[in-house]
């Protein structure tokens, strides 16, 4: 590199953010290794091995945080990444309702994750309007949040109620990217619209898709506010989550077995997204 | 073959735009209806029309609530995003502008690490102690770091693909006019970014303003609360008074919805000029 550009380009420009982002996540992000081995209460730590592990994965919420999260992750992510681009192709097209659809799909990602809850859990309250409704037709209520049966899903699909919108974005995004001439000479060639979708827009969407994967992904493995909210991880531990498992244990104080939760997290969110990740960079590169 | 297409099409139109008045429009206006409901009429939890309508009673309450917790928590979590936002925005297209034309050893490092950020969950008792050691736990401005840190991947990663769709040769003619290294960034590049600047601002609003966890994580031994963590609260206290539960929830809502109603158009350019694809 010239002078000049060593100049022009200077270093100084990128300090701020780099200091922020390694100061603030880069050294935490080591240092929860070594604190997640330890006793500590933020002021002092002694270290105890792998103890912290071993008391995690004996924790009587562990195996239902872990098992829960996955069902959410996936189940969340994979509606997302599915019917979000069904919608969003369908929204691409020349229909009137395009523009309103659009918005009111959006419009829950503007509300906070609480907000959410407290709403759905006022709606499926045992005596609420959809129990209600479900009464008029002479059904028994269901419990939607309060059994162990149906909390779980309930807020699965309070989760994608919120969410899909942000899915269906990106997507659109994505599709009107896409240089219409290629659309034009599948027309003159009499390309249907199936295989239209299929050997056009598909393929020119996986870099996109792949952002909805992963965004949606690690969300759902990280998250559990909207959860939380909603039920505390109950009933019993059936709606319980990685991320409400590790913050209880921050809120009694055991910061070090915390951190060795946020650890676990940290292994399971690595193992699952990186490898995906590069497989579907792989396909990317293919195309 | 065409004309069943059609019908189909306009089926779905249809099916799915009264859905939407299911899903979305009756929760829309049972939060809203609510909050106009005395305490007694709003413990029913239905949809009907209030029998006494107490708005302003239930509005005026929650901005007084708890000698005005709830009106400071509000400004807080404006105050919060404000900051996060413009010192997010301003960090991560410096960077990113840095990282894409220089090529060196420390762009491919910084690259890698901010590539792992994307994916990696953001540790968070280890901040805390390294925000008490910067006597900054508990306060808004480590939370504001906090929020800058974590979103700071995903901007600099957009502010990059952008910045490589902008030819070397404006810099250049930039230098040969004489611009230094601070001219050149803040008046010839930074305004071409506005796009991407759109999106990061309304995306990342929305995520900051509404953020639970980290403030629950990192504000939880302050007197100062932000306002999702307020409303939290308010759910247990006003556990039997939904009236004023659902007057706080809408006035909570209000502020992204304006922004939304006001950007929106900028923000879908923003996204379609293809940023967020990696």
């Not at chain 1, 209520?141 to 909390?151: D, H, Q, R």
């Amino acid at each position: 590199m010239s002078r000049i550009e060593k100049k022009i380009y200077t270093g100084w420009l990128a300090i701020p953010g780099i200091v922020i982002y390694v100061v603030i996540f880069v050294i935490p992000t080591f240092a929860s290794f070594y604190f997640s081995m330890t006793t500590w209460n933020l002021k002092t730590s002694v270290f105890t091995g792998v103890q912290n592990f071993v008391t995690f994965f004996t924790m009587a919420n562990t195996k239902a945080s872990l098992i829960n999260t996955a069902i959410y992750a996936f189940v969340t992510c994979f509606v997302k990444v599915a019917l979000g681009l069904l919608i969003a192709q369908y929204l691409c097209k020349k229909i009137k309702s395009a523009g309103y659809l659009k918005v009111m799909l959006f419009f829950p990602t503007l509300l906070g994750n609480v907000v959410v809850a407290i709403a759905f859990e006022k709606l499926l309250s045992s005596g609420g309007i959809v129990n209600q409704v479900l009464g008029a037709f002479g059904m028994e209520p269901v419990k939607w949040l309060t059994s162990s049966a149906w909390a779980l899903f309930t807020c699965v699909a309070v989760d994608i109620w919120k969410g899909i919108g942000t899915a269906i974005l990106i997507y659109v995004a994505g599709i009107s990217a896409i240089p219409a001439a290629y659309y034009e000479a599948a027309a003159i060639d009499g390309a249907s619209p199936r295989q239209i979708f299929s050997k056009i827009t598909l393929p020119l969407l996986v870099p996109t898709m792949n952002t909805v994967l992963t965004l949606s992904l690690i969300g759902g493995l990280r998250t559990y506010d909207l959860i939380y909210a909603m039920t505390g991880g109950g009933p019993g531990y059936s709606t319980e989550v990685l991320g409400s498992a590790i913050y209880k244990l921050f809120a009694r104080g055991n910061y070090g077995l915390a951190t060795a939760g946020y650890v676990i997290m940290f292994v399971v969110v690595s193992i699952i997204v990186f490898p995906l990740n590069s497989y579907v960079g792989k396909k990317e590169a293919e195309l | 073959m065409v004309k069943r297409r059609t019908v189909f099409s306009r089926a779905l139109e249809i099916f799915l735009v009264a859905m939407t008045i299911v899903t979305h429009w009756l929760v829309f206006y049972f939060i809203i209806v609510n909050s106009f409901k005395t305490k007694t009429d709003a413990s029913a939890l239905n949809l009907a029309l209030p029998k006494e309508w107490n708005i302003i009673e239930n509005y005026i309450y929650i901005f007084q609530y708890g000698k005005g917790a709830f009106f400071n928590a509000f400004v807080n979590s404006l105050v919060l995003t404000f900051w996060s936002i413009l010192i997010l925005v301003l960090t991560s297209a410096m960077t990113a502008f840095i990282m894409q034309r220089r090529k060196g050893k420390f762009s491919a490092v910084s690259d890698k690490l901010i590539v792992a950020g994307l994916i990696v969950p953001a540790s968070i008792i280890p901040t805390d102690w390294v925000l008490s050691k910067l006597h900054l736990a508990n306060t808004l401005p480590g939370l504001i770091l906090v929020e800058v840190a974590t979103l700071f991947p995903f901007a600099a990663m957009m502010y990059k693909g952008f910045i490589a769709t902008l030819p070397k040769e404006v810099d250049e003619a930039a230098i040969v006019d004489g611009c230094g290294p601070l001219t050149l960034f803040f008046r010839i590049i930074f305004p071409l970014l506005k796009p991407i600047t759109a999106s990061v601002i309304i995306l990342r609003s929305i995520v900051v303003y509404n953020d639970f966890q980290n403030p629950q994580y990192y504000m939880s031994g302050s007197s100062s609360q932000t306002v999702q963590l307020c409303i939290y609260g308010l759910k247990s206290a006003f556990d039997t008074d939904y009236g004023h539960l659902f007057a706080a929830i809408v006035v909570v809502s209000i502020p992204l919805v304006i922004v939304y109603l006001i950007l929106n158009r900028q923000m879908m350019e923003g996204m379609t000029s293809g940023a967020v694809k990696g």
